[in-house]
């Protein structure tokens, strides 16, 4: 089979996928050491919309707590997700809404709260899709993600969701360990009782939310080292794509633009945490970056591997 057919065979033919090669290419130019890939998660690797699947976890546990106790309904922000107001949410502000729902799992293990997610993750289905969500991969992210890891690149998920959340499931889905994923933290409290030392989630964001510039600090604080590749699809991955692109030798800043009603979603990616003053698409061409259009270079969309494994280790 021929190169241009043996490698990516979910993008199409032209420029964008002709530089994704030219990079992979080089990777023998790039120390071992330095070959670090930084995939933003939420809109990068997996479909955002119409809601983060964080979110969707985040009501189902909502839902069902609700069903035990009903009173939870009454307080403002579980009242305004319950029933879908969009304008007592804004008013409300995605700070305080995250903090309330974070507190439906406070006090639990760390093991406890990735069963949930992984729990969730087994039967949950895309709302408008109608696909099981973890089936809303992209494919040829996840092609681009097997090349890197042939060239011995280390992949990590470097994301504005919480860090528990997308460890639970990062090795099945992505096969990249939990300790190689960044995001926003939520503290620990540590304890000792009679049944010896504990682990047990707090309400308190352990720094701010890895957007923007955080993500370029986590980078260096969590993992070490400085990405010679990093992609993603919002003006809170900026800084992260820059951080790449700007090292000395071969990189790639890789920005993915959803223009593709038919099979995905048709919008411009924003960042949640703050306010942008140019679309990240224009920066992306601005800037010399690899912009990829959904629409023209991905010949498939999601991934068709529905194999998943369940806390128990069995395949679903």
Request: aromatic share 8%; charged share 25%.
């Amino acid at each position: 089979m021929s190169r241009a057919t043996d490698l990516l065979p979910s993008w199409r033919p032209g420029a964008t996928r002709e530089a994704v090669l030219a990079f992979l290419d080089s990777a023998s130019g790039i120390p071992q050491q330095d070959r670090l890939a930084c995939f933003d998660n939420d809109g990068t690797l997996w479909c955002e919309r119409p809601h983060y699947v964080q979110f969707d976890f985040l009501l189902n546990a909502l839902t069902t707590r609700v069903g035990a106790e009903p009173e939870l309904q009454e307080r403002p922000e579980f009242a305004a997700l319950l029933a879908g107001d969009s304008t007592a949410m804004k008013k409300l502000g995605l700070p305080r809404i995250a903090l309330a729902l974070t507190g439906l799992f406070h006090g639990i293990p760390p093991e406890e709260f990735s069963s949930r997610v992984r729990e969730f993750m087994a039967t949950a289905v895309h709302p408008t899709l109608h696909r099981p969500l973890h089936t809303a991969v992209y494919q040829p992210m996840l092609e681009l993600i097997g090349e890197l890891r042939r060239l011995d690149f280390t992949v990590t998920v470097v994301t504005g969701g919480g860090t528990e959340f997308v460890r639970a499931i990062s090795r099945d889905l992505y096969g990249v360990p939990p300790e190689a994923v960044v995001g926003t933290l939520i503290e620990y409290d540590f304890e000792t009782g009679a049944t010896g030392p504990a682990l047990r989630r707090s309400t308190r964001l352990l720094g701010s939310a890895n957007e923007g510039a955080a993500k370029v600090v986590n980078i260096q604080t969590q993992l070490g080292r400085r990405p010679v590749f990093a992609a993603g699809n919002t003006s809170g991955d900026r800084e992260m794509l820059e951080w790449a692109d700007a090292v000395k030798g071969p990189s790639l800043a890789l920005l993915i633009d959803h223009d593709d009603s038919d099979r995905e979603f048709r919008y411009q990616g924003s960042a949640e945490t703050f306010a942008e003053t140019e679309p990240i698409t224009e920066v992306g061409h601005r800037l010399g970056w690899t912009v990829v259009s959904i629409a023209d270079d991905w010949e498939a969309v999601f991934t068709t591997n529905d194999r998943w494994v369940d806390k128990g280790g069995q395949v679903r």
